[in-house]
C-alpha cells in the first residue's frame, strides 16, 4: 500500500507530465475516479507504480494515446437515455424546426453512437436535410472508431431496444448496411456529422450552435471546470438555443440561472437566453425577447 502523500505526488507528477509534454491538463477532473483509472491502467501494464509511467509518456510519442483511451471512459450506447430522446422529440424539435439551417454540437461523443442516433431522429423528423452534427471529444481512437460508423450485430441488438423507448417511428436496422458480424450506418446519415479533435479544458467555442448535446461527461469534471464549460456552451448557442445534459447529469446550480432556464427538469434540457413568452414555438419570437 502506497503511502498517501507519495501517491499524491505521484499522481501529480504524472498529471504534470501530461499536461507539460502533451498539453492534456486533468487537474481540473473529479480526482477519485481520474486517480482510479490512472491506478487500474498502470496494473494492467505491469507497472508497480504510477509515476513509472512517466518516462515512457514522455519518450514514447504513442503512449499518450493510450493513456488518454484508458482515462476518458468512452462508454457509449445509442438513444442511450431513451427518456432524453422522448424530451426532445416532443419538446426541442418543434423549435428546430423553424430553422432554415441547424448546427448541433456533441461534446464528448465518444464512438459517436449518440450523433448518429440524434441523426437518425432528426431524420425521421425531416430535419436531417438542413442539420449539421459537429461531434467532438479529446479520444482520438474512440473519434476514429466513431468516424468508420461501423458496429457489431451484439451492440445494435441491444440498442434496437432504446430506440423503441425512445420514440423511434421506423427500424433501426434499416439505418444499416450488413456484414458478417457487423454493420455499417448509411452514408445519408453518416454524411452529416462531422468528427473533430475538440478539448472541453482548452479549446474554444462553436459559434451559432442551435443545440449542445452533452451528456455524461460533466460529471467527470469539478467545480471550476464545469463552470468553464458552461460558459464555452452559453457562448457558442445562439439565443434560446438548447442544452440538453441528460438525466444523469447534476441539475445547474443557481448561479447559472442568468445562463440558461430550465425546459425539462427531468432529462436536464435547458435554453439559453430563454424567451419571455414561450407559447409557440417560433425563434422569431425568441430573438425579441
Ligand atoms: C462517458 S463518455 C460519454 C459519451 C456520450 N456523451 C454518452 O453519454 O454516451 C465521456 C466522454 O467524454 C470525453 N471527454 C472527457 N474529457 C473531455 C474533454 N476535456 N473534452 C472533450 N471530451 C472529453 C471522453 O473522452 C469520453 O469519450
Known amino acids: ?171 433501426l436496422e434499416d439505418y444499416f448496411r450488413y456484414h458478417d458480424q457487423s454493420a455499417t450506418i448509411h452514408d445519408r446519415i453518416r454524411q452529416k456529422i462531422v468528427f473533430a479533435h475538440h478539448n472541453l479544458v482548452s479549446d474554444g467555442d462553436f459559434a451559432e450552435t442551435h443545440l449542445i448535446y452533452c451528456a455524461n461527461v460533466l460529471i467527470y469534471f469539478n467545480d471550476a471546470l464545469r463552470n468553464r464549460v458552461l460558459d464555452v456552451f452559453r457562448k457558442s448557442l445562439v439565443r434560446g438555443g438548447f442544452l440538453c445534459l441528460g438525466p444523469q447529469e447534476r441539475l445547474l446550480g443557481s448561479g447559472e440561472e442568468s445562463r440558461f432556464a430550465e425546459l425539462d427538469p427531468g432529462c436536464r434540457i435547458y435554453r439559453s437566453h430563454p424567451p419571455q413568452s414561450d407559447s409557440s414555438p417560433t425563434h422569431d419570437q425568441d430573438v425579441s425577447s
Open 1 to 171: 500500500m502506497t503511502d498517501p502523500q507519495i501517491h499524491a505526488i505521484e499522481v501529480q507528477l504524472l498529471l504534470d507530465a501530461l499536461r507539460l509534454r502533451h498539453g492534456y491538463d486533468f487537474n481540473q477532473y473529479a480526482r477519485a475516479s481520474l486517480e482510479r483509472r490512472l491506478h487500474t491502467l498502470s496494473v494492467s501494464l505491469g507497472y508497480h507504480t504510477l509515476s513509472a509511467m512517466i518516462p515512457r509518456l514522455l519518450h514514447d510519442a504513442t503512449f499518450v494515446d493510450e493513456v488518454i483511451a484508458h482515462v476518458s471512459v468512452p462508454v457509449t450506447e445509442m438513444f442511450r437515455d431513451p427518456s432524453l430522446y422522448l424530451g426532445l422529440r416532443d419538446r426541442v424539435i418543434p423549435y428546430l424546426a423553424t430553422y432554415p439551417r441547424i448546427q448541433l454540437w456533441l461534446p464528448g461523443c465518444a464512438t459517436g453512437e449518440e450523433a448518429y442516433s440524434l441523426a437518425i431522429l432528426l431524420h425521421e423528423e425531416g430535419l436531417l436535410n438542413q442539420s449539421t452534427l459537429f461531434a467532438t471529444d479529446i479520444n482520438d481512437t474512440a473519434l476514429a472508431q466513431a468516424e468508420s460508423g461501423v458496429f457489431s450485430k451484439d451492440k445494435l441488438r441491444q440498442f434496437t431496444r432504446n430506440y423503441q423507448l425512445s420514440g423511434g417511428k421506423g427500424v
